[in-house]
């Protein structure tokens, strides 16, 4: 489990891997991520420090500002937005240096699942308030700073000592029918090969992801443990394993052969109620309320 967080397997294959900057995230900004105690604030920019006195509201430095006393409304201070400059200085030179911009991973996911509250749909950042907003919407983070180890079997700790965000650089138009999840069991691969990809990896038992470009080259993505929360995709697990425990050691390659098969890497999971439209449901009460609005519309209009 441990080696197939990125900052620990990235070094050693750099080289055949999607260029990648990794830093240390401050304890104080994993508990941003984790704390859902109050409302969801998006940390204060660097570039937005000089309109700090003007953003804060505060009433009693205007005229007309009279104290009742014995309100209690003197012990509400504003709570100042979180801020973490030093980390946002590192990150904004790293998109730079990576091209204006990334795809943001924390030490074993990226933030698929909250792609749909960006802007652009996808997990394209170019700026540190881009890449909180990401992080902090999503699940998948959310297991990585909580669960990781939940399925170890050997588990000592609830949660890694430190935690790494990899900024790797955006490629715009990955095509999902080019990526393949390769299966490792016992150092020999069991689910589909790329010559390119050498096997100096220090587990027996993992699956790895690559892409294949337009000239053929593969591009070393990303490392999975064998089973746990890693998704065997057009195999199962038992699958797998039943085929070992035959003795089968022939590789196996499975392609979809429809293209409409074919679907996008990145999850498109959006909140349940933009889903749900049975009885009752916010979208019921909104096609309800709009169907009133207009039969409202069509008599007064009549
Ligand atoms: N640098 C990149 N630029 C653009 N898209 C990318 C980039 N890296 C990965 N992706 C897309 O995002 C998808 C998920 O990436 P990745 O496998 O790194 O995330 P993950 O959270 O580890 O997923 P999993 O848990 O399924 O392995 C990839 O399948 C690919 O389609």
């Known amino acids: 489990m441990n080696r197939c967080q990125i900052q620990e397997w990235y070094p050693n294959f750099k080289s055949c891997s999607i260029k990648t900057t990794i830093h240390e995230l401050p304890e104080s900004f994993v508990q941003y991520l984790l704390d859902d105690s109050g409302p969801f604030l998006l940390p204060l920019s660097i570039t937005n420090y000089d309109a700090l006195p003007n953003r804060v509201h505060k009433p009693e430095e205007e ?10 409304d003197e012990a509400e201070e504003p709570v100042p937005p979180p801020s973490f400059p030093e980390l946002e200085m590192e990150i904004k030179a790293s998109i730079e240096s990576l091209g204006g911009a990334i795809f943001p991973k924390l030490n074993w996911s990226a933030p698929k699942d909250s792609a749909w509250i960006s802007s652009t749909g996808n997990l394209k950042c170019t700026s540190f308030s881009e890449i909180a907003l990401l992080l902090r919407s999503s ?3 959310i297991h990585d700073l909580y669960h990781a180890y939940d399925s170890c079997t050997d588990k000592t700790a609830s949660r890694p000592s430190s935690f790494f965000l990899a900024l790797r650089k955006w490629y715009p138009s990955l095509k999902p029918e080019m990526e393949f999840r390769c299966f490792v069991h016992h150092k020999l691969l069991v689910g589909i090969c790329q010559r390119e990809v050498k096997g100096n990896f220090g587990s027996e038992s993992y699956t790895f ?3 294949v ?3 053929g080259r593969v591009k070393l993505l990303d490392f999975n443990p064998w089973g746990a929360s890693t998704l065997p995709l057009m195999f199962t697990w038992d699958e797998l394993e039943e085929k070992l425990r035959e ?3 022939e590789l196996e390659f499975r392609i979809v052969e429809s293209r409409c098969g074919i679907r996008p890497g990145l999850k ?3 909140p349940y109620d933009y889903l749900d439209t049975s009885q009752g449901s916010g979208w019921d009460q909104f096609l309800r309320n709009a169907d009133e609005e207009l039969r409202w519309q069509t008599s007064a209009g009549a």
Do not use: I, L
């Not at 005229?63 to 209690?72: Q, T």
């Open 63 to 72: 005229e007309d500002f009279v104290a009742v006393e014995g309100s209690g």
């Open 139 to 141: 699940d998948s983070v």
């Open 209 to 211: 992801d690559v892409y």
């Open 213 to 215: 470009t337009k000239d």
């Open 247 to 249: 003795g089968g050691n």
């Open 268 to 270: 498109t999971a959006v």
